[in-house]
């Protein structure tokens, strides 16, 4: 036999060997049709979440800015606040000043409606001023 001649033991090995090769190989381009069908699935997800993620971070951005403004304003209400609060302190320190001399005011007063009552209560001269002592004697008489 000759080296070129091959037997047909070998032949149907080799048509064996040859059918299983064509499996494998079907196999494997199937394998790889899912592989990037599932690539394309993957790729496709993480385009999705990449989108998402760029909202999300807008929005994430946005409400740091919000926050900011939000916390100025606060600062600015709070200052508005201390001023206001000053102003009223300083209305209410004039108020009291007000009442307080209105009440040595009256005090002053009743201490001298007092002292005065006191005087023309104890003052003969007083009720002699004010009751008049020339008093016409009118008398009617009868005659008889």
Not at 61 to 77: G, H, I, P, Y
Not at 120 to 138: A, K
Request: no cysteine.
């Amino acid at each position: 036999m000759s080296p070129f001649q091959v037997r047909r033991s070998d032949l149907s090995k080799l048509d064996v060997l040859e059918a299983k090769f064509n499996i494998y190989e079907e196999l494997s381009r199937q394998m790889m049709d899912k592989l990037e069908v599932a690539v394309d699935k993957i790729s496709e997800a993480n385009n999705k979440i990449a989108t998402i993620l760029t909202k999300h971070d807008e929005r994430i951005d946005q409400t740091m800015r919000n926050d900011e403004n939000f916390a100025k304003q606060l600062d600015e209400l709070k200052e508005e606040n201390k001023e206001d609060h000053k102003a009223v302190i300083k209305r209410l320190d004039g108020l009291e000043l007000k009442v307080q001399e209105l009440i040595k005011f009256r005090w002053v007063i009743a201490g001298a409606v007092l002292i005065i009552s006191f005087v023309f209560s104890q003052s003969s001269m007083v009720v002699d001023i004010l009751t008049p002592d020339n008093q016409p004697n009118y008398r009617i008489e009868t005659k008889k």
